[in-house]
């Protein structure tokens, strides 16, 4: 009797054991998924704050960064489960099974075990998918890059005018916002040949609307946004690369406004028609701005790198320029959308060429300048805790951003210094200069560009600029006392 009790035992346990190890596998593998998807959310979360935020996105920021947080004790907890089960299986004491035996039968245990283990693995997952999946990695500065998409754009620099963003832009051009704001480009042979076709749909809704007018983050939500949109024949859909460009999404929930406005104006015929124009400037940019050089010259002066570039033109677009940096965790890319400046215009001269490329530029170094400051970003909010002293503008409205704006420009100085003749740096530093003092009201720019230009020189040619930021950091603090 005692010896087929004890096999019954042991043949319990061994079952027991082999749910226990089948458990903790899962455990473990779910527990692997989370993480991944941790990074993931770290990944995108890093956008927000290597960017700035605008007022009316930091409870978002703050409902990211507690999602951050669970996920990780989630994570922990987790992990900590599944090495306990590992623990039982490499020499625990069994009577945690004897009691486990005592208190119901055999098959209840195993159901129980097996049922618990497809909840939770079953719940983990669908977490995984729904949550994590759909509302975090696809949220800004996330993308899925093919290996076709990767083969044909690694290393390369691509400047384009996207459909659906040159859409946006005429939605915003023809409204009554855009007929004054600085954000459009009208003066020009386009904008006149805009308003001929387009002008007699400025009573459609999405026009009407102006979503695009309420504020700055309105603007480029909707605007900047589109960049991640196609046509599919006559319907606007994800172009399933670029899933979001901008915290705030005015685009998406009027895609279909959008889209009957295309189908109703005929806007597709319209980009038809145009497309030489638009190849006759996007040739005339590429040999106007080197923007290859200036990806060159970064890359060896600061720690960032990036798999490729691409620069987002409309003829349209004003005096408004944003920056993003997409990846998916193996290829990355920075996506600049700027104006084309005095390019549009016709021929130009060597000051109006180096202030395209300012323009470009200046967006660009966000994305190798920013996380730097981020290393040094408690030193930075300390010295620039009264940025009002450098800042004297709305925007820009944190002492990161405004030291990040202050440090962007004045490194296109770096550049125009190493590389054009001393004469057009000069011309082009002090209207840099002068535009940053008295049109931006950076009002310290002149005494920052200086410094920083100062220490550039002074430094060791082998040493990266990000070791130029304890130097300037101890200026700017005198500076203030």
Same mark, same amino acid.
């Given at each position: 009797?005692?010896?087929?009790?004890?096999?019954?035992?042991?043949?319990?346990?061994?079952?027991?054991?082999?749910?226990?190890?089948?458990?903790?596998?899962?455990?473990?593998?779910?527990?692997?998924?989370?993480?991944?998807?941790?990074?993931?959310? $770290?990944?995108? *979360?890093?956008?927000? +704050? %290597?960017? !700035?935020?605008?007022?009316? @996105? =930091? #409870? &978002? /920021? $703050?409902?990211? *960064?507690?999602?951050? +947080? %669970?996920? !990780?004790?989630?994570?922990? @907890? =987790? #992990? &900590? /489960? $599944?090495?306990? *089960?590992?623990?039982?299986?490499?020499?625990?004491?069994?009577?945690?099974?004897?009691?486990?035996?005592?208190?119901? *039968?055999?098959?209840?245990?195993?159901?129980?075990?097996?049922?618990?283990?497809?909840?939770?693995?079953?719940?983990?997952?669908?977490?995984?998918?729904?949550?994590?999946?759909?509302?975090?990695?696809?949220?800004?500065?996330?993308?899925?890059?093919?290996?076709?998409?990767?083969?044909?754009?690694?290393?390369?620099?691509?400047?384009?005018?996207?459909?659906?963003?040159?859409?946006?832009?005429?939605?915003?051009?023809?409204?009554?916002?855009?007929?004054?704001?600085?954000?459009?480009?009208?003066?020009?042979?386009?904008?006149?040949?805009?308003?001929?076709?387009?002008?007699?749909?400025?009573?459609?809704?999405?026009?009407?609307?102006?979503?695009?007018?309420?504020?700055?983050?309105?603007?480029?939500?909707?605007?900047?946004?589109?960049?991640?949109?196609?046509?599919?024949?006559?319907?606007?859909?994800?172009?399933?690369?670029?899933?979001?460009?901008?915290?705030?999404?005015?685009?998406?929930?009027?895609?279909?406004?959008?889209?009957?406005?295309?189908?109703?104006?005929?806007?597709?015929?319209?980009?038809?028609?145009?497309?030489?124009?638009?190849?006759?400037?996007?040739?005339?940019?590429?040999?106007?701005?080197?923007?290859?050089?200036?990806?060159?010259?970064?890359?060896?002066?600061?720690?960032?790198?990036?798999?490729?570039?691409?620069?987002?033109?409309?003829?349209?677009?004003?005096?408004?320029?944003?920056?993003?940096?997409?990846?998916?965790?193996?290829?990355?890319?920075?996506?600049?959308?700027?104006?084309?400046?005095?390019?549009?215009?016709?021929?130009?001269?060597?000051?109006?060429?180096?202030?395209?490329?300012?323009?470009?530029?200046?967006?660009?170094?966000?994305?190798?300048?920013?996380?730097?400051?981020?290393?040094?970003?408690?030193?930075?909010?300390?010295?620039?805790?009264?940025?009002?002293?450098?800042?004297?503008?709305?925007?820009?409205?944190?002492?990161?951003?405004?030291?990040?704006?202050?440090?962007?420009?004045?490194?296109?100085?770096?550049?125009?210094?190493?590389?054009?003749?001393?004469?057009?740096?000069?011309?082009?530093?002090?209207?840099?200069?002068?535009?940053?003092?008295?049109?931006?009201?950076?009002?310290?720019?002149?005494?920052?560009?200086?410094?920083?230009?100062?220490?550039?020189?002074?430094?060791?040619?082998?040493?990266?600029i990000a070791e130029l930021y304890p130097k300037v950091l101890n200026w700017a603090q005198m500076m203030q006392e």
């Open positions: 009797m005692a010896d087929t009790r004890k096999q019954k035992t042991e043949r319990i346990i061994k079952r027991l054991t082999f749910l226990s190890f089948v458990f903790a596998g899962v455990l473990t593998v779910v527990g692997v998924l989370w993480v991944r998807n941790l990074f993931a959310i $770290g990944r995108c *979360s890093y956008g927000f +704050f %290597s960017y !700035g935020l605008y007022a009316e @996105g =930091v #409870f &978002s /920021v $703050g409902i990211v *960064s507690v999602g951050v +947080f %669970s996920v !990780g004790i989630v994570s922990l @907890g =987790v #992990f &900590s /489960v $599944g090495l306990l *089960s590992l623990g039982l299986l490499l020499g625990w004491p069994w009577c945690l099974f004897e009691r486990l035996l005592k208190s119901c *039968s055999v098959r209840r245990s195993i159901v129980l075990v097996a049922v618990a283990g497809v909840c939770v693995a079953g719940l983990v997952h669908l977490l995984n998918r729904t949550v994590l999946r759909d509302h975090f990695d696809r949220q800004i500065g996330h993308a899925t890059y093919s290996k076709k998409y990767v083969a044909n754009n690694r290393g390369k620099c691509i400047v384009e005018i996207p459909e659906v963003y040159e859409l946006a832009n005429v939605i915003i051009a023809v409204s009554d916002h855009g007929q004054s704001s600085f954000q459009v480009h009208r003066d020009s042979e386009y904008f006149t040949r805009v308003m001929k076709h387009f002008g007699q749909y400025r009573d459609h809704p999405v026009v009407k609307e102006q979503i695009f007018a309420g504020n700055f983050s309105s603007y480029l939500g909707f605007r900047t946004n589109s960049y991640c949109y196609m046509f599919e024949a006559d319907r606007i859909r994800l172009d399933g690369i670029h899933w979001k460009a901008e915290w705030r999404d005015t685009f998406k929930p009027r895609r279909h406004l959008v889209e009957d406005f295309a189908t109703k104006s005929r806007f597709r015929r319209f980009y038809r028609d145009n497309m030489l124009y638009y190849q006759e400037q996007i040739a005339k940019y590429k040999k106007e701005v080197p923007v290859e050089q200036m990806w060159q010259w970064l890359e060896k002066r600061f720690p960032a790198r990036f798999d490729s570039y691409r620069v987002v033109l409309s003829p349209l677009c004003g005096g408004t320029h944003n920056t993003q940096d997409f990846s998916d965790g193996t290829f990355r890319e920075a996506v600049m959308f700027v104006a084309m400046g005095p390019i549009l215009e016709g021929e130009i001269d060597q000051i109006e060429r180096m202030s395209a490329a300012r323009i470009v530029f200046t967006e660009i170094d966000h994305n190798y300048v920013n996380p730097v400051t981020d290393i040094f970003e408690g030193r930075v909010n300390k010295v620039f805790a009264d940025y009002k002293r450098w800042n004297q503008q709305k925007g820009y409205s944190s002492p990161e951003m405004t030291f990040n704006e202050y440090m962007t420009w004045a490194v296109f100085a770096l550049y125009a210094y190493d590389n054009y003749q001393q004469q057009d740096f000069e011309i082009i530093n002090e209207k840099m200069t002068e535009q940053m003092v008295n049109s931006r009201k950076f009002v310290r720019f002149r005494q920052f560009n200086d410094k920083l230009l100062e220490l550039y020189k002074e430094r060791d040619q082998t040493k990266p």
